[in-house]
């Protein structure tokens, strides 16, 4: 069975600091996606990135970072100078390779970000 | 290019009833998911149709059912409605279920049941 684990239930930071999100997943599968969403207060929930697991380059976009490493089945996230915006609550999620649909997600941070 | 579209947005129905919520996916997307979301249980996986075609379902009871058409449209239905299905319905598309690229959410239906 599939686990993501996300041990941070809320985190509190005051803008311009930089936040890391951790998430932890456990899979018997060799070959997974891993990903990343956003849930603002508005509701719907936007995609961030994916992330196979023959790659593990760590990948920057702007002031998002992700962290991905294997040997610890763990997939960070950190937003760097956070802003009022980034206020949501974020999604890690693992599915199958084949038939990615199925996707299994932690439970979420909220982050919020004061100004 | 139009969104998923997810009607209607908030519904309120009684202990007993059924419902039917409908998701339109974006334009030439033929895979859609569905997934439920609660403050307890969080997000879950419900079904995933493609080609009209029911190719996963997650850990739920028969009262939970859905439907594709031709047009790549979706439905899911739920009967005997209880107070535990009180939830926020989000639906996802994506252009094929093995795609590489993304699903995108539609704004979710949200069922209150009284």
């Known amino acids: 069975a599939q686990k993501v684990t996300q041990a941070q239930t809320e985190i509190s930071v005051v803008e311009k600091e930089d936040v890391t999100l951790d998430c932890v997943y456990e899979?018997?599968?060799?070959?997974?996606?891993l990903f990343w969403y956003k849930q603002p207060p508005s509701g719907e929930l936007v995609f961030l990135i994916r992330?196979?697991?023959?790659?593990?380059q760590n990948e920057i976009s702007g002031r998002y970072s992700w962290n991905f490493q294997k040997s610890t089945s763990s997939f960070n996230f950190t937003i760097t100078a956070s802003q009022v915006v980034d206020s949501a609550v974020y999604f890690c999620?693992?599915?199958?390779?084949?038939?990615?649909?199925?996707?299994?997600f932690g439970t979420g941070t909220k982050l919020q970000v004061i100004p | 290019k139009a969104g998923v579209t997810q009607t209607p947005r908030y519904l309120i129905k009684t202990r007993g009833q059924q419902v039917t919520l409908s998701c339109s996916p974006i334009?030439?997307?033929?895979?859609v998911s569905w997934y439920q979301q609660t403050p307890g249980q969080g997000l879950q996986f419900l079904f995933e149709?493609?080609?009209?075609?029911?190719?996963n379902k997650g850990n739920f009871p028969g009262r939970f059912s859905g439907r594709q058409f031709s047009n790549s449209r979706s439905e899911m239905n739920v009967s005997t409605l209880e107070l535990g299905d009180s939830a926020l319905y989000l639906c996802?598309?994506?252009?094929?279920?093995?795609?590489?690229?993304?699903?995108?959410f539609g704004d979710g239906t949200r069922l209150s049941i009284l």
């Open positions: 996802a598309s994506s252009l094929r279920p093995d795609s590489n690229q993304p699903q995108h």
């Open positions: 899979t018997r599968d060799t070959t997974y996606y």
């Open positions: 992330r196979n697991s023959f790659d593990e």
């Open positions: 999620a693992l599915s199958e390779l084949v038939g990615y649909q199925k996707v299994t």
């Open positions: 334009s030439g997307h033929r895979s």
């Open positions: 149709y493609f080609s009209e075609t029911q190719r």
